[in-house]
Structures are given as structure tokens and as C-alpha cells.
């Protein structure tokens, strides 16, 4: 299998690693993550230009990569600068709407989204637990289209964004993957709720409410035969983008960490120079590059035709990333001393973007009991 990077993939990467190191300094993240938007208009309208989204959408829909590969490279690079501007929404959204039922009716959507039109995928719910197929959001026909009730929770720059994509149950008990559909509501839709609310790492996120909102027909996008299947992909090509995102953290916690060891001085000395200190940096180092094949892994298999074997390269690299993206932020904290605890440093930043991580679209215990199941079912046959 040949991971070499393609030179349109390469110079996507040198592009906006060059882009973020220039223009977005830990300040300028800190004043976005404040701000009402939560994310800087300027530097996501930047990085729109730059092609990172469009890098993540098919060629089927008119975007530019879309692989496994191109989602890697370009969330590597926003792990490595912290970006938090709404990347993840643009992926989630663009790959569920590219496998719906008629992708062509939602090419006017996409074009908008590549031109940087904020979007948001409204899926958890408060009692899911992880669980991706919870749905207690329950949609009815109606003589004008279609009417929604439920209440959606932690959704990522939900009260910025310019419309939702919305999982409700036609049918069904409230964990069946069975009975499911989706549906896009525009931000002007009448009787919406929402709730916005800073995250502890950055950006934004919404609760939002549907309480009896009324939908045009035109809005379902994938009905009971391939909703399950479209809201799966778009599941999967997000725990792809974290764990990538998380690797970009890691690399950059791991090198500012191994700069500071070389530069403090004790006893006359750098504290680097120390075998205990040096130890605990091999470790960290081993669990990086573990980290890194296990995304790369993951990467490879996302087009795997079999959905089980996609799906345990995914659950083990977001496992991988919760045990030793978590592992190396706690260390990293530790080696640094009482400084890795202060606002100031960028470190403590990475630190606790990488803890947050692992509890997005499932913790490491959710996906250790996924990769198991799916590991018998695949030893089974």
C-alpha cells in the first residue's frame, strides 16, 4: 500500500501549514474563540479560498479530494495550528449530503458550502451516550411536508450556521438504526430554538429545539432506505478528521515539549539531558508515531467496501488517539512543570483540545467495545 502523498495533496499541506503558522498566532485564536461567531470570518474565508473544503468533498459533487488521504491532510494541519473555525461541519455535512438519495438536488447547498457557507450536522442527542444510532427526534408527514419535535444537543457552531442537517425517526424504537431519515432546515425556518454556549477548547456549539416545526417536502434528504447508510459515512469521515486533527495536536505538543526540555536549565545543565526525562520522551514519542499509523491506517481503509473493516480502522485509531492523545497531554503538562497549567503557554491549549477530542463522536470506551464487536463479526465468518 503506497501512503506517499500526491503532489496536489502535498502542496495542499505545505499551503495551509504555511497559511496558519503565518496568519493565525495562538492570540488570534484566543480572541475568535470570545468573539460572538466563535471563529475568525477572516481566516475561515482564507482557508475556503485556500481549497481546505473543497479538499474535502468528491469529485461527484464538484469538490476537489474527498479521500480518506485529503480529509488527513487537511485536518492534520488545523490539529497542528488548533484551528477551530468550522471545518468539521463543512466535511460532516458535504459527505452525508453527497451519498443522499439525490445528490444533484443538493449541488445549489454544496456550491454554498464551498464558497463558505457555515452548516452544522444536528445528530447527538442529551440521552445518546455515544450511541449513533439514538434518535428520539421523531418526524410525521404532513398535508404541507413534514413535521419535526425533538431536541438536538452539543451541535458545532449550531447558532452560527446557515442551516442544519437533522436526524429524525420515522419508525422504529429509539436506538434503531432502522426507520431513520434526514433533513435539511434552513436557519430561517419558523419555531427553531437554539441555545449557544462557548466550548471549554474553543469555538462554539448549540442546543436546538424543534418543537413542531414545520418542513416543506423538499426538505428530506435521505429516507428510511439510505439514511442510516448516508448518516454512517458522514459519522465516519468525522472520526477520520479528529483523529487526524488530534495527531496534528500531538505533533506540535511533542515538539514544544521537546524544545522546552532543551532549553531549561537545572544544575547547569538542560533538564533534557536528564536518562528519567529522556524516558518519558521516548515513550511519548513511541505513542506518536503509533498514533500516526493508526490514522494513516484509518485513512486507507475509508473506502474499504465492507463497512466493518472501515469501521474497525476507525474505532482503533479514535482508540489510539483517546489513549495517547490524552496519555501524552498529561505528560506534556508534567515535563513543562507548573507553566503547562498557564493560559499563556500554547501547549496547555493542545492539551486540552486533545482530552476533548476523545469524547467527540465517541470516547475511547465507546470505540474499544466497537472495535471488539466488529472484529467478531468479521472472525466469525
Given at each position: 500500500?503506497?501512503?506517499?502523498?500526491?503532489?496536489?495533496?502535498?502542496?495542499?499541506?505545505?499551503?495551509?501549514?504555511?497559511?496558519?503558522?503565518?496568519?493565525?498566532?495562538?492570540?488570534?485564536?484566543?480572541?475568535?474563540?470570545?468573539?460572538?461567531?466563535?471563529?475568525?470570518?477572516?481566516?475561515?474565508?482564507?482557508?475556503?479560498?485556500?481549497?481546505?473544503?473543497?479538499?474535502?468533498?468528491?469529485?461527484?459533487?464538484?469538490?476537489?479530494?474527498?479521500?480518506?488521504?485529503?480529509?488527513?491532510?487537511?485536518?492534520e494541519q488545523a490539529g497542528r495550528a488548533l484551528v477551530q473555525e468550522p471545518l468539521l461541519g463543512a466535511l460532516?455535512?458535504?459527505?452525508?449530503?453527497?451519498?443522499?438519495?439525490?445528490?444533484?438536488?443538493?449541488?445549489?447547498?454544496?456550491?454554498?458550502?464551498?464558497?463558505?457557507?457555515?452548516?452544522?450536522?444536528?445528530?447527538?442527542?442529551?440521552?445518546?451516550?455515544?450511541?449513533?444510532?439514538?434518535?428520539?427526534?421523531?418526524?410525521?408527514?404532513?398535508?404541507?411536508?413534514?413535521?419535526?419535535?425533538?431536541?438536538?444537543?452539543?451541535?458545532?457552531?449550531?447558532?452560527?450556521?446557515?442551516?442544519?442537517?437533522?436526524?429524525?425517526?420515522?419508525?422504529?424504537?429509539?436506538?434503531?438504526?432502522?426507520?431513520?431519515?434526514?433533513?435539511?432546515?434552513?436557519?430561517?425556518?419558523?419555531?427553531?430554538?437554539?441555545?449557544?454556549?462557548?466550548?471549554?477548547?474553543?469555538?462554539?456549539?448549540?442546543?436546538?429545539?424543534?418543537?413542531?416545526?414545520?418542513?416543506?417536502?423538499?426538505?428530506?434528504?435521505?429516507?428510511?432506505?439510505?439514511?442510516?447508510?448516508?448518516?454512517?459515512?458522514?459519522?465516519?469521515?468525522?472520526?477520520?478528521?479528529?483523529?487526524?486533527?488530534?495527531?496534528?495536536?500531538?505533533?506540535?505538543?511533542?515538539?514544544?515539549?521537546?524544545?522546552?526540555?532543551?532549553?531549561?536549565?537545572?544544575?547547569?545543565?538542560?533538564?533534557?539531558?536528564?536518562?528519567?526525562?529522556?524516558?518519558?520522551?521516548?515513550?511519548?514519542?513511541?505513542?506518536?508515531?503509533?498514533?500516526?499509523?493508526?490514522?494513516?491506517?484509518?485513512?486507507?481503509?475509508?473506502?474499504?467496501?465492507?463497512?466493518?473493516?472501515?469501521?474497525?480502522?476507525?474505532?482503533?485509531?479514535?482508540?489510539?488517539?483517546?489513549?495517547?492523545?490524552?496519555?501524552?497531554?498529561?505528560?506534556?503538562?508534567?515535563?513543562?512543570?507548573?507553566?503547562?497549567?498557564?493560559?499563556?503557554?500554547?501547549?496547555?491549549?493542545?492539551?486540552?483540545?486533545?482530552?476533548?477530542?476523545?469524547?467527540?463522536?465517541?470516547?475511547?470506551?465507546?470505540?474499544?467495545?466497537?472495535?471488539?464487536?466488529?472484529?467478531?463479526?468479521?472472525?466469525?465468518?
Amino acid at each position: 500500500m503506497d501512503f506517499t502523498l500526491s503532489d496536489d495533496q502535498r502542496m495542499l499541506a505545505d499551503t495551509l501549514g504555511r497559511y496558519l503558522a503565518e496568519r493565525y498566532p495562538i492570540a488570534r485564536r484566543h480572541a475568535a474563540a470570545v468573539s460572538p461567531l466563535g471563529y475568525d470570518a477572516e481566516v475561515w474565508a482564507a482557508l475556503v479560498e485556500l481549497g481546505a473544503v473543497a479538499a474535502l468533498l468528491p469529485p461527484e459533487v464538484d469538490g476537489l479530494g474527498g479521500g480518506g488521504v485529503d480529509i488527513m491532510v487537511v485536518f492534520e494541519q488545523a490539529g497542528r495550528a488548533l484551528v477551530q473555525e468550522p471545518l468539521l461541519g463543512a466535511l460532516m455535512v458535504g459527505q452525508t449530503l453527497a451519498r443522499a438519495e439525490q445528490p444533484a438536488r443538493w449541488r445549489p447547498l454544496l456550491q454554498r458550502l464551498q464558497e463558505g457557507a457555515v452548516v452544522a450536522l444536528a445528530h447527538g442527542e442529551p440521552d445518546a451516550h455515544h450511541e449513533p444510532w439514538h434518535v428520539a427526534t421523531v418526524a410525521q408527514r404532513d398535508p404541507g411536508g413534514w413535521v419535526l419535535d425533538g431536541h438536538k444537543a452539543v451541535v458545532p457552531f449550531g447558532a452560527q450556521a446557515a442551516g442544519w442537517l437533522v436526524s429524525a425517526r420515522l419508525s422504529g424504537a429509539v436506538r434503531d438504526p432502522a426507520g431513520l431519515a434526514l433533513f435539511w432546515v434552513p436557519r430561517e425556518t419558523p419555531g427553531v430554538r437554539l441555545r449557544d454556549v462557548r466550548r471549554v477548547d474553543g469555538g462554539r456549539a448549540a442546543e436546538l429545539w424543534l418543537p413542531a416545526v414545520q418542513l416543506g417536502p423538499e426538505a428530506l434528504v435521505a429516507g428510511p432506505a439510505h439514511a442510516a447508510e448516508a448518516l454512517a459515512w458522514g459519522l465516519d469521515v468525522g472520526t477520520l478528521a479528529l483523529c487526524a486533527e488530534a495527531l496534528g495536536a500531538m505533533e506540535v505538543a511533542f515538539e514544544q515539549t521537546r524544545q522546552y526540555l532543551q532549553t531549561r536549565r537545572q544544575f547547569g545543565r538542560p533538564i533534557g539531558s536528564f536518562q528519567a526525562l529522556q524516558h518519558r520522551m521516548v515513550d511519548l514519542w513511541m505513542a506518536l508515531e503509533q498514533t500516526r499509523s493508526a490514522v494513516i491506517n484509518a485513512a486507507a481503509a475509508l473506502e474499504e467496501p465492507d463497512v466493518r473493516v472501515r469501521g474497525r480502522a476507525l474505532a482503533a485509531a479514535k482508540v489510539t488517539v483517546g489513549r495517547h492523545g490524552t496519555h501524552l497531554a498529561e505528560e506534556a503538562i508534567q515535563l513543562h512543570g507548573g507553566i503547562g497549567m498557564t493560559w499563556e503557554l500554547p501547549l496547555a491549549h493542545y492539551a486540552k483540545r486533545l482530552v476533548l477530542i476523545d469524547h467527540e463522536l465517541g470516547d475511547e470506551d465507546h470505540h474499544l467495545a466497537r472495535y471488539i464487536a466488529l472484529s467478531r463479526a468479521l472472525e466469525a465468518e
